[in-house]
């Protein structure tokens, strides 16, 4: 299990690829996404494409991010799509309940895939 | 400057209902210092959770943008890189707006231009099927974000984007953009 610190500008990230479950926990608007996400990413994508019958699960609560991150979750979210044909994949989508702006971010991101279950969880 | 200078300064985003006004030259780290002041004060104001999260998001995107985009950079080998700009976030009656300014090139601004006038003449419905077509492709070239700021903010914002660019000089316009939540 790999886990990283949040700092002011970035998440936690826990990855557990041997349980399958990730989270991403915070604020995201560092100043260059990909110099940060990609390390991340790029073998977390290679991780996720190689799975098959498998549960996986992603625990998101991010209280604000950039629009660079977003377009990083979006991709994430692609290949979630992607790997939802071979595997049960589980998106729980957190928020303040009083928080719109992130519930809004949620539905844009469920728009865009069609085999994961996608739950709206309010804090 | 005269002290009178100043205080009329003062005086003048005071009667704007400024919450905040910066003019200089703004890094990363004061963009995260800003952001923790102004969910400060929103909290204080009890301000709506999700309005105040709108306000936090359009003044990062267009911070960031003057960090990314200014011409007016300076670039230290032991401090992070600096862009000159200018933001402030103010309250209208019950709206709040946030309004960032900073040089661009004459020869980048045709494109800009084009880019803004069609995002303020978009439907909420328009803005998301565009919003979705970036969000799949990759980042427009030149860009160090991801290409879709302008329009995140203008699908957050309750009215039209405004903006406009004002002669510099011969070699820069300058570009302001006003957002309204």
Redesign the interface.
Known sequence: MKTIPAT??TPKIVLDTHTNVYSFEGES?????NAFFDPIMVPLKTHLKNQQDSNIQFDFFL??F???S??VF?NLF?TLDEISEFNTVTVNWKH?E?????EEFGQ?FK??INNVQFNFIAI | MLLNDFRTLKEMIEAKNVIFCYNGYLSQEIIVAVSSMIKGKLSADATKMGISQKVLYMFVEQAQNITRYSPDQIQNQEEASMSYGSVAIGTEGDKFYIMCSNRVEKTKVPALREKLEALSAMSQEELKVLYKEKMRSEADEGSKGASIGFIEMARKSSEPIEFDFIENDEIFDCFTLKVVI
């Open positions: 002011v500008t608007y560092p100043e260059d996404v209280t604000y950039n629009s660079a977003t377009k979006f692609s303040h009083e928080d719109d702006t992130a844009d728009e865009e």
